[in-house]
């Protein structure tokens, strides 16, 4: 596969789910920001007072982009069905230019939506446990993917998907197979779909932000403190990347989109914010 750039500056639809977590607000701020007149940003999110708010600082900073807030309440019962009525809905209200949305020039999609690594360690859990954690973890972001490619208002719009993933996630930890697993299987789609529909304009990236500042000591579910050093095994490749720079969320998105607009990468291919590029 060949290395890709890509234009954001166009008339766009952008879907963006997790917008409560750390790099949810600076992703929907400054993606929009790029995007034309007439474009449609679809926000997605358990938290709608913080949809509400990002919703208003896109308004403020940007003109003539439509904001809808989706306030999904429940991730681990989201399926196909759902995302179909969601996009569908969305995408038969009325524009606010003339013309229709299959004028789009370009659809993006990121997957931001996820719990923070801590919030279900101090395994094992039940059965009931793991699949309510899996349907959240891989199958709605699988869904949701489903209904967008084969949206038939986008038939011909050339697609972006767009994996935020943590490469801390793709290998072995303490206390966390089910993330790991998870994770990893997530990781495994998104590069068979590179694969399945490059014939149909479609792009995808996983990207690894880095060691967010904001990934700070916390309590887990049976109120134990866990740091990421206390669930990253004790080999030397581990030791080197707990010694990376810690990253701003601001910064993390500008390198997402530096290498989406100037640098160009492979489609299916992880990404990383420590990555030898320059930002």
Same mark, same amino acid.
């Given at each position: 596969? =060949?290395?890709?750039?890509m234009?954001?500056?166009?008339?766009?639809?952008f879907?963006?789910?997790?917008?409560?977590?750390?790099? *949810?607000?600076?992703? /929907?701020?400054e993606?929009?920001?790029?995007?034309?007149?007439?474009?449609?940003?679809?926000?997605?999110? +358990?938290?709608?007072?913080?949809?509400?708010?990002?919703?208003?600082e $896109?308004?403020?900073?940007t003109?003539?982009?439509?904001?809808i807030?989706?306030?999904?309440m &429940?991730?681990?019962?989201?399926?196909?069905?759902?995302? !179909?009525?969601?996009?569908?809905? +969305?995408?038969?209200?009325?524009?606010?230019?003339?013309?229709?949305?299959?004028e789009?020039?370009?659809?993006?999609?990121? !997957?931001?939506? *996820?719990?923070?690594?801590?919030?279900?360690?101090?395994?094992?859990?039940?059965?009931?446990?793991?699949?309510?954690?899996?349907?959240?973890?891989? @199958? /709605?972001?699988?869904?949701?993917?489903q209904?967008?490619? #084969?949206? /038939?208002?986008l038939k011909d719009?050339? #697609?972006?998907?767009?994996?935020?993933?943590?490469?801390?996630?793709?290998?072995?930890?303490?206390? =966390?197979?089910? #993330?790991?697993?998870?994770?990893?299987?997530?990781?495994? @789609?998104?590069?068979s779909?590179?694969?399945?529909? =490059?014939?149909?304009?479609?792009?995808?990236?996983?990207?690894?932000? *880095?060691?967010?500042?904001? !990934?700070?000591?916390?309590?887990? &579910?049976?109120?134990?403190? $866990?740091?990421? /050093?206390? +669930?990253i095994?004790?080999?030397?490749?581990?030791?080197?990347?707990?010694?990376?720079?810690?990253? %701003?969320?601001?910064?993390?998105?500008?390198?997402?989109?530096?290498?989406? %607009?100037e640098?160009?990468?492979? =489609?299916?291919?992880?990404?990383? @914010? @420590?990555?030898?590029?320059?930002?």
């Amino acid at each position: 596969m =060949s290395a890709k750039r890509m234009d954001l500056k166009k008339k766009s639809l952008f879907v963006l789910s997790g917008i409560s977590n750390p790099l *949810g607000e600076h992703l /929907a701020i400054e993606m929009c920001q790029r995007f034309q007149t007439g474009s449609l940003v679809m926000l997605i999110d +358990v938290d709608d007072e913080c949809l509400q708010e990002v919703r208003k600082e $896109i308004e403020a900073l940007t003109k003539g982009l439509q904001v809808i807030c989706c306030n999904l309440m &429940d991730w681990q019962n989201a399926d196909s069905k759902l995302f !179909h009525n969601l996009l569908a809905t +969305v995408l038969s209200l009325p524009q606010q230019e003339a013309g229709g949305f299959k004028e789009f020039e370009f659809a993006l999609i990121v !997957h931001n939506e *996820g719990t923070l690594a801590t919030h279900m360690l101090m395994e094992p859990q039940d059965a009931e446990s793991w699949m309510a954690f899996a349907n959240q973890q891989l @199958y /709605a972001p699988v869904a949701l993917n489903q209904e967008f490619i #084969k949206c /038939a208002a986008l038939k011909d719009t050339p #697609k972006l998907l767009i994996n935020i993933n943590s490469q801390f996630m793709l290998q072995p930890m303490f206390y =966390s197979s089910l #993330k790991c697993s998870c994770k990893k299987a997530r990781d495994m @789609y998104f590069r068979s779909v590179a694969s399945d529909e =490059s014939l149909q304009n479609v792009t995808v990236m996983s990207y690894a932000p *880095g060691i967010l500042k904001t !990934h700070q000591p916390q309590y887990d &579910d049976n109120n134990n403190v $866990i740091d990421v /050093a206390d +669930v990253i095994n004790a080999g030397e490749g581990d030791e080197k990347l707990l010694k990376l720079p810690r990253v %701003e969320p601001q910064q993390a998105t500008l390198k997402l989109i530096n290498i989406l %607009e100037e640098i160009s990468f492979i =489609s299916g291919h992880d990404v990383d @914010y @420590y990555d030898t590029y320059v930002l």
